[in-house]
């Protein structure tokens, strides 16, 4: 048990590592889910895994919404379904090494975030305007698939000819891969996951926009992280102020230049075309070199 929780804080505490975080957050929330059912189960108080589960996801009525906000957040985050979360926890581990390898792991969980709130809002916009999608709402709706597509069809729209090998099909562009996606959610509307997939096509939007804004220079990552830091920010021990007193040399320090080796944008941007053109297995060594550069900088910000 000591080993298990070794390896925990080891794979929690590793720098740079949104993407893991997300999945062990969701991993988490569905083994308690699922014990609180099956304790619910065996001592027979049923009413109370499903006030649970009505604590968690996001409601299409907006009364009930009203009274508990935080579903927002909370719903995609929670699975009850194994093969859901595993499901989504596949593609959000491809598609999420995808993004983190070009933007950093920093804007990975803001669009997670963005795309789970983009999910719910058309969720719940849809279900008390439209009497079609209110008829077929249901009581509830919980899964990450809305954050997971909204990651999908970012990662699609920022290096759309990036390939990946698919089992049967071989390497297959990822715009191609977020069409079908797109598609599956559109038809999706006339069977029996209406308000799920509603809220896939509301995530989806929100990656297209997310990758639309940043490349016009207007970064949606920082609010979140402003949120993210400040919360953190306050289980952070204060530290202990030390004073000391050092004698002046005379000569000058040295500063740190580093940011004269900071790739410039312009570059950055250029590579990022080529790659929309041409593919990544395109870019000279030089130009992954880069970019590789580009996203350790953007970890540090």
Not at 59 to 76: A, Q, R, V
Not at 91 to 102: A, K, S, T
Not at 109 to 116: D, E, K, M, S
Not at 154 to 164: H, K, M, N
């Amino acid at each position: 048990m000591k080993s298990f929780i070794d390896d925990f804080k080891y794979t929690w505490n590793r720098p740079n590592n949104g993407l893991m975080r997300l999945i062990i957050i969701n991993a988490s929330v569905f083994v308690t889910v699922n014990l609180i059912f099956v304790i619910a189960k065996i001592s027979g108080s049923g009413p109370f895994y499903d006030k649970i589960i009505n604590l968690l996801s996001i409601s299409p009525s907006i009364n009930e919404f009203i009274t508990t906000p935080w579903t927002l957040f909370t719903y995609f985050f929670t699975h009850e379904g194994f093969f859901h979360v595993l499901f989504n926890m596949l593609v959000l581990y491809w598609f999420g090494m995808i993004f983190d390898e070009f933007l950093g792991n920093r804007k990975l969980v803001a669009l997670y975030i963005w795309g789970g709130i983009a999910g719910g809002l058309a969720y719940l916009v849809m279900s008390n305007l439209v009497e079609y999608f209110s008829a077929h709402a249901g009581s509830g709706m919980v899964g990450a698939s809305a954050s997971v597509d909204a990651i999908v069809i970012g990662a699609a729209t920022l290096v759309p000819e990036y390939r990946i090998s698919l089992l049967l099909l071989g390497p297959v562009r990822i715009k191609y891969i977020a069409a079908v996606v797109v598609f599956m959610s559109i038809i999706g509307l006339g069977g029996g996951n209406v308000g799920g997939n509603v809220a896939h096509l509301g995530g989806a939007l929100m990656g297209f926009l997310f990758i639309l804004q940043m490349r016009k220079g207007h970064d949606w990552s920082k609010p979140v992280w402003a949120v993210l830091d400040w919360v953190s920010n306050l289980f952070k021990p204060k530290p202990k102020i030390h004073v000391s007193y050092r004698k002046n040399s005379g000569k000058k320090s040295k500063r740190n230049n580093h940011h004269s080796d900071e790739p410039d944008q312009a570059v950055i941007d250029a590579i990022l075309d080529k790659i929309s053109e041409s593919g990544y297995e395109k870019l000279t060594a030089e130009e992954k070199h880069i970019l590789f550069k580009a996203s350790q900088k953007k970890e540090e910000n």
